[in-house]
DNA sequence: ATATAATATAACCAATTAAGTTATATATGA
DNA sequence: TCATATATAACTTAATTGGTTATATTATAT
């Protein structure tokens, strides 16, 4: 299951990505703005700095901002960064077919299936997602 | 995430798949043959009875049939049925978009995503899978 | 300088889910 | 009627999820 936390880490760049570049938001208005609770904001935030999409300035008037074209960031990478690994069945968390076979059938749909779905979050941008959002009523 | 369980029902129907119809396993044998827990055979068993896929006899010389043709039963199905309502994420759980918007467009990407998955699960039925089985090695 | 606004990090907790075990009831064929 | 088989429920155990709480650190406006 994609984690709530995978969400909000999604909401919080396609919030920053809906303002003018250089925008500076605090946590608080992040969240404010998007229901996340305050504190899985500021929790969330040094995974996001680490992977370069965002930067932070502390101090009075300081606040986050994107660090690279949200269009250059894909679901998928937001994802992965926040749960880990996907897999949809336990088989896929290890890298070896199970048993003593070398060969799933099994797991070859398990693979199949979710990479049509990871497919969906590779084709989608922080960018798309904050432009199709801001049409959304 | 599909559980063990919903695996383990596929794998039960996979194996009766991969016999001449109207072959009948005792339960342990299906257990035994697929490295399955033996006390989850019976317990995952009234559920396929209960979708008409399997019939049961009892005492001895009893045990468990296909009561379909399982190119008629596809992995959809069968995950639904074990693991309830598939969900890749929380929202997908409810059937209404969260908050007061009326519409969300990171839903219609967790959407379009499972449908992805489930297409695959879908156009997937157990005697296909019983027979790429069949070839594993 | 210092108070304050902000991010950074870690530890903790409650609820749920997953996976499997245990126990018991019920049916049936030899 | 006994052995074999399915049917059903209750119960552990461990991991995960979603979130809270607490504390440290940094930087700037005054």
Known sequence: MITKKAEY?????????????????TSREIATRRSIPANL???????????????????????????????????????????????????????????NKSHCSLRDIWIKAQTNMLSVFEEASIKELARAMARDN
């Open 41 to 99: 904001v500021i929790q969330l935030m040094p995974l996001l700095h680490e992977s370069g999409w965002t930067t932070g300035t502390r101090g009075p008037g300081g606040g986050i901002k994107l660090a690279i074209n949200p269009a250059s960031i894909t679901l998928r990478e937001v994802i992965e960064k926040v749960d880990g690994t996907i897999g949809i069945t336990r088989c896929l968390f290890s890298n070896q077919p199970c048993g």
């Open 9 to 25: 880490a999604i909401l919080i760049l396609a919030e920053l990505a809906a303002h003018p570049d250089d925008t500076v938001l």
